[in-house]
Every structure is written in C-alpha cells, then in structure tokens.
C-alpha cells in the first residue's frame, strides 16, 4: 500500500497529532494525501521530524534502515536488545510520525529516511558501496585472498564477499588465519565504532589513529576487512562490524525513557501556592525593573549590556538577587518591555500597553516571551569559556533550536503527576532522551540547558519544588482558557482598594491596579513588600506628591475613593498639616542679587522699565533679584544712571551703589587708572579673578576669531573700522595693532580703541 | 535539591480566612474579619505582633519568636496548622519549611548538667560521658543531637574557646562560667540552646502571699508557666500586675530574691508592693541604691547602682552573688543595660524572671533577653485584658499647640540640642493643660513632662504639686497618696513617674513633653492610667505638641506607635478646645 493509502486511513486523531509533530506538513495537508505522503517523504521534512525524534526512535528506525522490512522481533535480535515491547512502541512512534509504515506487523521506512541515516548505528558503507571506488587490480588481489571463484560478474563476486562477510562463522574462520595483531586492530576498530545515534559519526578510521602497524592493517586490508577509501583512510566494512556483533549492534540501545523515581507526597496545594508565590513575587520583581528603567536609573557598560556592577547596582536597590536580576532583564527585554539605549535601559512605549493589563495578562505576557525566546535568560551572568560572568543583554548567540528544547523540557516536566517531584538530574536524562538531536553539540551542554530552563520555570512560577504548577500543565497543552484562569487564580486580580490605617499605612490586601499602585506610590512610600504591598504617609511623601502637582483636595479625594473603610483622621490632619506648609519657604531661581541699603533705591530700581524687562522683583524691602547675568545686570543697572558694583562675597550678588543725594552714602572714589576689568580684578577674590581672567582671555580670543572671520582683519594694514558711536556711524582710519575686547588701531592722531561689540566692519581701503 | 513532603494537614477553613500572607516573615491579621479572634489566639504563640492598628494587625514571623513558640512546647505542625487553616490563600511551601526549620533548630543543642557536687535542682544528667571534675564544681556539658552539629559548632572560634574537651561524638564539658556567654553566641549562630541545666536552689525563704491578695487568672497562669523551667520573660501591659505577678513567682520558689529595677521610685514601689502583698517582715526587704545598701533575703537593687563603675570595675558587681539568690528578678526587663547583661551572663545557674510590658528593645538587644534572661514564657496581649476589664480603655488625642511668634523665633534660634526644651517650654500649654482637665471634672489626673522648666509654669498655673527627682522621697508618697485617695485632683510629674507608678484610679494623663518620641515612654505613660476603673470610666491620654517644632516630629513617632498598639488616636488643634 502507498504511503498515501496509508494516511488515508489514519483516524482524525492520528492525522492531528502527526500535525502537530510536523507542522512543516500543514500547507502539503491543504492539497490531499497524496500530496501530504510526498511532502513527508521529503528528506527536509523527514529531517526536521528526526530531531525532534527521542533516542528509541532513532535506534529502531537506524536498525530498520539496516534490514527492511522487517519485523519487531527481526529488529530486535538486529539490535540486541531483548525488548520486543520496546521496540513495538518505538515502531508505534515512528508511525505515528509517518516516519514508517508497518502493515500486518512488518515495518517499512517511509521516503527517503534511509538516505538521511546513511551511517546507521554508527556502521559504515557497506562492503559493496566501499569497493565500487577499488581499482581492478586491487580487488582482484582480495578475490584471491578470499579464495572466492573468480568466473563471476566484479557485483556478483562483490555481493559473495559481502554475504561471507556478515556470516559471524565465516567471519570467524576468516579471522582464524589472522595475525593476532590484525585481529587486535580489527577489535579494536569495531570496538570504536561510534556509539552516537542519528549523528553522523559512523565508523571510520583515519591514519594513524589508534596506531596499527603496517602488517597488522595490511593483512586487513589485503582480506577486505578493512578497504581503503582514500591515501590514509580506510573503512571497516558495516558486514565485517555486524558479523563481528553476533550478539546485536546495539544490545544496550535505550529504547525507552529512563524512569522518574518520583518524590512522592507532595501536596497539589502546596505546589500551587509555592508556584503563585514566586509567580507573584517575578511578576512584582519584573514590574520594579522595567519602572526602574522607565526612570533612567539602569545604567548599562560602555560596551553594551549590563556587567556584574551594573546589575548588582540594581539587585541593591530591588532588594534581588543579582542572578535573578541578570534573568529578569534579559526576560523583560525578551518581552519588549525595555530596550537598551546608549547609556542606559529604557522602558519602551510596549511597556505602557503592558502596565493596562491586567495583574495575570502581565505575567502571561513574560511567560510567553520566555517560552518564545531564542535565548536562555539565565545566560545573563552564567560563566564563559573562560569562567567570567557573561552580562545581560550582552551579545550572546541565539542557542539553536531554543525554544524547541524549552518546549520539550516543558512537555517532560508536565508530565509529572500530581503529588510527584522530579529529580532535576534524572528529569534532564529524560529530555536529552526525548531529543538527543535537539541541542547542537556546542555549548553550553544540553544537561546545562534543561537545568537552565527548570531554574527560569521556577523563577516564573510554573515549577515549584521540583513539581509542575496547574497552569504548566495548561501551556503545554495548549488549553488557552485553562491558562487564562488559572493565572488569574495565581496572581490575583488587581484590586483598586486598600486599606487606610490610623499609623498612617495604606495595605493593599491584593495586588493593586498599576494605575492606583502609581497613584499610591507618588503620596506614599512603599515599602518593598510582595503581593501584598503597604505603603506609608510621611511628611515628606505627601511634601513629594505636591511637589508633582497634586493637590491636597486630589489627594484626599484620591484617597476616600479608593481606601475601604474611611480615611482616618491622623492622616486627614497630616495632609492638611503639610498643605498648610507646603510652600511657606518658596524658592526662586536668580541670577543675580541685588541689594541696597536703601528701601527707597531698591523701589526706585523696581520701577523701571528697564527693571520689567530684566525681570527683576522685590523680594524684600532692599533686595531684587533677577534672572539676568551679573555683569550684563551691572551694565544695564550703570546704563540706568547707577552706579552699581560687583560684590565680592559671591558671584551672583551685586550691590548698587547709591548714585547721590546728600543722604545717600557714597562709594568709594574710582581709581583714576580704572579700566573696568581691572577695577573687578582688583575687588575679586584671587581665586574668582583668576577664573574671570581666564573666561575673558577665552572669550576675547574666541571674539577675535570670530571678528578675524567676519570682519576680515587686516593685521599691520592702514584699516578702514566702521563703528557705532554714540548711536551713529563713525569711520576711523588706521594701522590694525591688536584685538583684543577692543579693537587697536595706531591713528595719525595716536591710538583708538574701539569696543568690539561696535565695530559693523572693517575694510582694507587698498582693495 | 528534591524537596520533602510536607506532612498532611487540614486544608484550609475557607479562600477567605483572616490571615494575609504578603511576604515570608509577615503575615495580616484582618480584624474585621469574624474569625479573626480565633485566628489571633493561635498566631499570638508563635508570631510576634508588630503593629495592631484599626483594621489589619501586623506579625512578623522571626527566629527569636518561633523559638519562644518551641521552648514554650508548641510544634511546627501546630503552627503550619495555624498558618494553613486561616490563611486566605493557599500557603507557600517554602515558609512552611523555613518555620519548620527554623523551629526545629531550637534544642537541637542542649545545655545539661550541673548537679555534680553540690545541691542543686533538676537538670538533666549528663549523658554518656563521665566528668573528670572535682567534688563541689559543678560541671555542664554541650550535647547536641549529631556529631556533625557539634563538629561545626567547635569550628566557630567564639564556641570553640568557650567549650571544653569531647567527652564524646555528641557532648562536649562546658565551664559554667562561660554558660552565658555561650547561649548568647549560640543565638547569633541561630542554635539556640535548650538550657536545662540544674538550677542553684539559693537560701531558703518562705515567701507567703497575704491573704488579701487574690491573684488573676493570667497571673497565676504567667506564674505557672514560668515556673518550670525557673528561666525566662513574662510579658503582660502596663497596667497589668507586673509587680504582683513577679512577686506570686518568688512566693512560689520560697529562696532569697534580688530584685532588679529601673530607678528610686520603682524600688520605693516594690518595696511597698512587697510588703503589702506578702507576709514577709519588713525588715526582710532590703533597699540597695544609690542611698541605701541593705543586703537581706529579699533585696531590691536599682540598674543604675550595680552598674556603678569604680576604676573602670563595676562596684556592687558582687552583689549577684552574695545573696545566694533563689530567684533574680528583672523588672522592665527590656530596659536592661549592658552590664547588667554581662552579669547576669555570669550567674545562669540562678532562676532568673524578666517581666516586661514590651519586649522590642531599642537597641535590638532581643536575642540577648533570650539567650540570657530565657525565652519568654507567658504573654497575653492588651486587648484581652481591656475586653476582660482588666485593663481600661483609652482613647489618645494629640493636641497640636501654636507657639507665640516670639515662641516660634526662640525655637528657630535654639541650637539642635535645646530646640525640644524650647518647644516643650511653650507658653500656652500651661493654659492648654487646664482647659483639657476641665473636659474631665473630678477625674484624678496626671500631668507629665520630661523638661522641669516646662512643668513649673504648668503646675503654678493648676495650684497643683509638682514632683520631681528632687522631691524627697517622704514627700512624694504624701502626694501619690493624696492623689490616690481623692484630697488631690492633679499631680504634675516629671519623668520620675514614667514606671512603676500604682496610681489606680487616675484616668486622666497629660503629657507636656517627652524624651524624642520614645516607644517605651509612651508605653510606660499610657500604662499609668490603665488599671481598670472603679466607676469603668475610659481612660484619656493627651500629648501637647508645639507645633512646627520638633516635637511634631517626635509627635509622629509616638502617633504610629500608639497607632500600631490599637489605640483610638486623634490629633486636634488647640484653639479646638
């Protein structure tokens, strides 16, 4: 019957568990079962079936590939096993992933799978496929040796020598006349034969490894036990390997799981509120991380990622574990709830979605960014090659087919009955059964990724002391409403109402909606708690809140519409308390002060135009300040008609000196040498003169530049300047000497300094 | 690691039972809930109540209190039991095992011997080994319950010096002398130890108490639950006979009694109590404090003499001894200081009581009351005793004062140490105070402050007498006890009243100033007006706070705390009254 007749006659059940073993075959499914059966036998769909294929299958689909058909006992003597039952099942399981065809209980390989396992149990080519590539003179030489009648066809005469080959007596007879070196090699070879399944291994033997000596391979190779594949190489034939094993090729092949010895005694409750427990306590975890970085506050390595430091940084201030912490980044950042900026981790815009989900639809989506990633979140901080601590988000390869093996350690695990614990050890024994191909074969070692992904699953909650959490058990089956529930049941509903004390606490008796969780974080300080957390009013926390823009009515009504039983009097009195003080010391931002001693100056002052536009205010009854900078407040203060000064007690403070009246007391005398920067030298701490000197000599080479570009200067050159003077345009004529804040031409009538900011061009009257 | 099972245990009453499980170490009690009482008797033997406000009551699952439990013979299935059928969720297994495995730590290693040459009483034999010691020492030994347990005590270098030679896998020869200390190191390794050593039987001495005296339940049961193991801490709230029971306990030994207090005026009321509640002779009771050195069977010492340094040496150190004391009592135990510890580190082999109202510490000294007073034996929380009218209730109003603005100037100015002077000096309150005791007409009262200078002006404004440290002795009993007896309405007290006054039927306090919002002042004060009422009248307790000064700092502290203890708190604005 054909392959195809075959499907036709598989019930619904069958033909959807083959789907959902090889979902590669949906699309051919569409087109009918012909095409389905041609799809199958493809070798690329083959292929992708036999990773996923457990350690049973592959050693009796390799066995079937050696001798078809054949039937489950034919297979079992092949292989050695004594385990007929063994073997049904894993025919059974081939079947059913149309990977065979077994009519009246004899198997067949279905497509091209003997074409994919071309190095069946670790064999070689056979004797035929190895001598098809041996010059004439050479396999003449082995007829001759082997004393096989030469009047047949090289194919006949090869196929003889193949039968004699596998005959274990003729074998042994053959031998018998042997070397004892040749046949020390021999065993040596078949010994070394690659244990490894569905890996192509095979049995070769190159050079000089192990070390034969040249009789012991000659005579090997001059009795066909041993043919030459290349210079150097050569091969046992697979006919030579399995007469040879006359007790099978595989007596210790595990053709079924290895069995759990469960702990027993668990309480299903137990396991489920443990599960909740930490569900609750990676979901509270992961929330803190990603407002941690919606703050700014995770900074990452200039190399990208976060080091040891940086995540130790943030361990301190969410009171986790750095490992756990490594983890919940990597697991948030799988889940696109923050993404790394240059400098620091971010909350990305997914990240306000995910704060509108409910409490459970919050941990469903981490749980199913984990179980989708193509990484393992606990690569973040595990040691490298070289034993350093790998950072998080750093840049890791995707371990192949990583979510394929979480799958099925997931699938293993939840089959632990209810009650029942797993030893992790024996549990990854298990997965590495159920997909010996599925891991790749660098590292890390797939014990180490089941054991990764067990410490993930518990971290999330779905596993809890070794057992399987109910909602585990729902993923895995896919039953979409059964998670939905359950989560809820684990992590709660957010609740929008909690309890106001009279110690001034607020306990939230389940997990509150984010949104009055906010709300309640900004009035209050939370104490880092769990599912349950309680916040506390201060002073200071409802001092922070006004601060944000709330109000004291906001508050107190955000208040009484969320607290369940009242708003207790204390903390009535607290708010109004510090509603009433809040802003009795108000502070401004200024620039400068200024300061007089006289009340009626500091008004005159106040009233000018020119104080409107500075933006000076009174702020006492001698004292304005203003958000102009000092030396600019100086000069419009002076332009005014004042007479102010620089105080030197501090940069931003300027006194005006009273500019007259009998009454008002005078300044003292202006030095007859004063030319103004050296008047503020001279009144400036040594310190504060050196940084202004040093800011003038930077600001007057960078005007000159900049008047050097604009005003195209024209050094040691009679010079054109035209200038601003008085409000009009003036023109002076000279050799161009210096600029400095002025600029210095060398007149007829001696030297003219002009202020910078008053020259509007400079000419080269020679052009 | 595979766990192990947890044993079976009834599933839980209902999914909504009073207690919250937020956290490992913490647990919440909903009050309001209907089985909230039943719940709370249960979680009282094994979890320590830290606050008990209005609505949720806070406990704190802790090694010091889960040890208590097990010295006390409660079991670990008795608290998973607890934890399991009033838990509104179900219960994590992981704080199931940490209880039970905390729990279990608690005589896992075992202080035993003792009786070896001299009389002494209980205690067990040492197991196995015979002691090479000499006729007359006595000689403990360190037994733990594997090899491997005392292999890693011995490692540590504070066990390994203070421990002898193996006597065999188990045990190890222990210098009485070092039975204190090593109880204490024990503790802070989290091996607390089962101290069942013999007991010195100190001198006889028939203690009987006078037939007036008719014990409470909960007093006889603190006795009876202390006596046994002749170590350890009663706890009961101000205003609950702590004296009474004390002194029902040294009736009960019948040895010699040294009875350790805070101050003066808590000696003088010992005395009083002793010789008014039992049959003994007053010339049995002797005073020992800075004014008197009476050494007799019966000697009531204050803290503050035996710590008393000369040379750098304690000078009555010896006093510990001398008596061969049947019984050690420590009153308000949590106030003990230092040296006080490291005595009685040094005398393990006498019966020791600590009788307290609070056990929090405000040095966090708990684990050394454990490890060297015992664990505590008998506690029954206030509001058991309000509800049986044992105690009053109270309500706590804060009176929030305005300063003058001169008031306010002279508080701005004040350096950091003399602000809470300056705010407790606050002209008004004076006024303040009598508008208050008006509201309460014929009601005994007291009015209490830390700052003399605040107190004068108060009690020359009420005519009232004012008491203080420098108030003879003969004096103050006059007006305690004019005040008892009615001729006085109002006592103005500084803090020489903040312990051990017996003033019944006062229902009034006022509180002008305190000492930095200490937990334990304010407990001590408000218990000055607990005793239950003749006429079952409530009892008031108000604090004037100056406001915008330090004291409305201090003024919070004391607020959460009273709060946190279940009082009905209310804080109001003078210009109110």
């Known amino acids: ?767 | 690691m595979i766990p192990d099972p947890v044993p079976a245990s009834p599933p839980p009453d209902a999914a909504g039972g009073p207690l919250l499980l937020p956290a490992a170490d913490t647990l919440l009690l909903q009050v309001d809930h209907p089985s909230a009482e039943a719940c709370r008797a249960e979680l009282a033997t094994f979890a320590e109540l830290e606050s008990s406000p209005e609505h949720v009551h806070t406990y704190r699952l802790s090694d010091l209190g889960l040890w208590n439990a097990r010295a006390a013979g409660v079991t670990p299935a008795q608290v998973t039991d607890t934890l399991l059928r009033w838990c509104a969720g179900p219960v994590p297994h992981a704080v199931l095992r940490s209880v039970a495995d905390t729990m279990d730590r608690f005589g896992r290693v075992i202080i035993e011997g003792g009786a070896v040459g001299r009389e002494m009483i209980g205690g067990n034999a040492i197991g196995g080994g015979a002691i090479d010691s000499s006729p007359g020492e006595a000689v403990l030994a360190v037994r733990t319950d594997d090899e491997a347990l005392l292999d890693q005590l011995v490692l540590d270098p504070t066990v390994g010096a203070l421990l002898g030679p193996r006597l065999d896998p188990i045990t190890a020869a222990l210098d009485p002398a070092h039975r204190g200390r090593l109880k204490q190191r024990l503790v802070e390794l989290r091996w607390p130890a089962d101290d069942r050593a013999a007991l010195s039987p100190g001198a006889g001495l028939t203690i009987a108490l006078d037939a007036s005296l008719e014990l409470r339940p909960y007093q006889r049961q603190a006795v009876d639950s202390w006596l046994p193991s002749g170590n350890g801490v009663v706890v009961l709230p101000c205003g609950a006979g702590k004296t009474v029971t004390a002194i029902a306990a040294a009736a009960a030994v019948g040895a010699n009694t040294l009875v350790l207090v805070t101050g003066d005026a808590s000696l003088q009321q010992w005395h009083r109590e002793l010789t008014r509640f039992t049959t003994l002779d007053p010339e049995l009771i002797g005073c020992y404090s800075a004014r008197s050195k009476q050494l007799r069977p019966v000697t009531i010492a204050t803290y503050n003499v035996l710590t008393t340094k000369k040379d750098g040496r304690l000078r009555h150190a010896a006093l510990m001894e001398q008596g061969d004391w049947g019984l050690v009592v420590y009153d308000e135990v949590h106030l003990l200081p230092s040296a006080v510890f490291g005595l009685t580190a040094g005398i393990q082999a006498r019966r020791r009581l600590g009788v307290t109202a609070t056990l929090i510490r405000e040095d966090g000294r708990q684990g050394d009351v454990f490890s060297l007073i015992g664990p505590k034996r008998f506690d029954v929380p206030w509001r058991d005793l309000e509800l049986q009218g044992w105690l009053a209730p109270a309500t706590c109003t804060e009176v929030r004062v305005v300063p003058s603005d001169a008031e306010r100037l002279a508080h701005a100015r004040a350096a950091v140490r003399d602000k809470p002077r300056v705010a407790a000096t606050v002209g008004a309150k004076a006024e303040l105070v009598g508008r208050l005791l008006a509201r309460h007409p014929g009601e005994p009262a007291l009015v209490i402050g830390t700052y003399l200078d605040g107190l004068g002006p108060v009690a020359e404004a009420l005519g009232a007498p004012l008491v203080t440290g420098a108030t003879p002795s003969a004096q103050r009993l006059v007006w305690f006890d004019q005040l008892r007896n009615g001729e006085l309405d109002v006592l103005v007290v500084s803090k020489v009243a903040n312990f051990s006054l017996d003033l019944p039927e006062v229902s009034v306090a006022v509180q002008v100033s305190g000492t930095f919002g200490s937990r334990q002042e304010e407990a001590q004060r408000l218990g000055r007006i607990l005793r239950p009422k003749a006429d079952g009248r409530q009892a008031h307790f108000y604090t004037l706070v100056a406001r915008d000064t330090v004291e409305q700092e201090y003024a919070q502290r004391r607020q959460r705390f009273l709060a946190e203890q279940g009082y009905a708190y209310e804080i109001i604005d003078g210009h109110e009254l």
């Open chain 1, 1 to 767: 019957m054909r392959f195809g007749d075959h499907l036709r006659s598989w019930s619904s059940k069958d033909l959807t568990e083959l789907l959902l073993a090889r979902p590669d075959l949906v699309p051919a499914s569409e087109a009918g079962f012909d095409a389905l059966a041609r799809r199958a036998a493809t070798p690329v769909s083959l292929g992708r079936c036999l990773i996923r294929s457990d350690v049973g299958m592959l050693v009796v689909a390799e066995a079937l590939t050696l001798a078809h058909p054949a039937t489950a006992d034919e297979i079992d003597e092949l292989l050695g096993t004594n385990d007929v039952d063994g073997v049904l099942g894993a025919l059974d399981r081939l079947r059913r992933r149309g990977l065979v065809v077994v009519e009246q209980g004899v198997a067949t390989p279905v497509g091209a799978l003997e074409d994919l396992l071309y190095r069946p149990l670790g064999l070689g080519p056979s004797f035929i496929d190895l001598v098809d590539r041996v010059p004439d003179p050479v396999f003449d030489r082995l007829v001759h040796a082997l004393g096989v009648g030469g009047a047949r066809k090289r194919t006949a005469t090869a196929r003889a020598i193949a039968r004699r080959l596998r005959d274990p007596r003729a074998l042994a007879r053959l031998l018998s006349g042997a070397p004892d070196d040749s046949r020390e090699l021999l065993a040596a070879l078949v010994e070394r034969r690659s244990g490894a399944v569905g890996l192509p291994a095979g049995f070769l033997y190159r050079g000089s490894a192990p070390s034969p000596t040249g009789d012991a391979r000659g005579w090997l190779l001059d009795h066909g036990l041993l043919v030459a594949v290349t210079d150097g190489v050569a091969e046992v034939p697979r006919e030579v390997v399995m007469g040879s094993l006359p007790l099978g090729l595989a007596p210790g092949a595990a053709l079924r799981p290895v069995r759990l010895r469960p702990v027993t005694g668990l309480r299903v409750d137990d396991v489920t509120a443990t599960g909740a427990d930490r569900a609750a306590s990676a979901l509270d975890a992961a929330e803190a991380l990603v407002r941690l970085a919606g703050d700014g506050e995770i900074g990452l390595r200039r190399a990208g990622g976060l080091g040891v430091r940086e995540v130790n940084r943030v361990a301190k201030l969410l009171q986790l574990e750095p490992r756990d912490v490594g983890r919940l980044v990597e697991l948030c950042h799988q889940a696109r709830l923050v993404a790394p900026e240059p400098s620091a981790l971010v909350a990305t815009d997914l990240a306000a979605t995910w704060w509108g989900l409910s409490r459970s639809r919050r941990w469903l989506v981490l749980v199913r960014a984990w179980l989708g990633s193509s990484g393992f979140v606990s690569r973040a901080l595990s040691p490298d090659e070289e034993g350093n601590p790998r950072p998080a988000l750093g840049d890791s390869e995707p371990v192949a087919a990583a979510a394929a093996a979480r799958a099925v350690t997931l699938d293993v695990v939840a089959a632990v009955p209810d009650g029942e614990a797993f030893d992790p050890e024996q549990l990854a024994e298990t997965v590495v059964w159920r997909s010996p191909n599925l891991w790749g074969t660098g590292f890390p070692a797939p014990e180490e990724l089941v054991a990764w992904t067990l410490e993930e699953a518990d971290l999330l909650g779905l596993v809890a002391g070794h057992a399987p959490v109910p909602v585990l058990r729902a993923l895995v089956a896919g039953d979409e409403a059964a998670v939905e529930s359950l989560a809820v049941t684990a992590l709660g509903a957010d609740q929008d109402r909690f309890v106001l004390q009279a110690d001034l606490t607020a306990l939230a008796l389940g997990p509150l909606e984010p949104t009055v969780a906010g709300s309640l974080g900004e009035v209050a300080d939370r104490r880092w708690g769990r599912s349950v957390p309680t916040y506390r009013f201060t002073e200071a926390s409802l001092r922070r809140a006004l601060d944000r823009g709330w109000t004291a009515d906001g508050i107190g009504r955000f208040l009484a519409d969320h607290a369940l039983s009242g708003v207790p009097q204390p903390l009535q009195y607290l708010l109004a308390d510090v509603d009433r003080r809040y802003g009795s010391v108000r502070v401004l931002t200024a620039s400068a002060v200024i300061i007089t001693e006289d009340e009626a100056l500091a008004v005159e002052i106040a009233s000018t135009n020119r104080a409107s536009r500075l933006g000076l205010r009174l702020v006492a009854p001698t004292v304005l300040i203003g958000p102009v900078e000092p030396h600019r407040l100086v000069d419009e203060l002076r332009a005014e008609g004042w007479f102010p000064v620089l105080d030197g007690g501090a940069a931003t403070v300027g006194r005006v000196a009273t500019g007259g009246g009998a009454d008002r007391p005078r300044p003292d005398p202006l030095p007859a040498d004063w030319t103004g920067p050296a008047l503020e030298a001279a009144v400036l701490p040594a310190e504060v003169a050196d940084a202004v000197d040093q800011l003038v000599t930077d600001r007057a080479e960078a005007a000159a530049a900049e008047i050097d570009h604009r005003l195209h200067l024209h050094w040691n050159r009679t010079t054109l300047v035209r200038h601003r003077r008085d409000g009009h345009l003036a023109e002076v004529r000279g050799v161009l000497v210096g600029v400095d804040e002025t600029l210095t031409l060398l007149c007829d009538d001696g030297i003219e300094e002009l202020p910078l900011d008053s020259v509007v061009a400079v000419e080269d009257p020679a052009r």
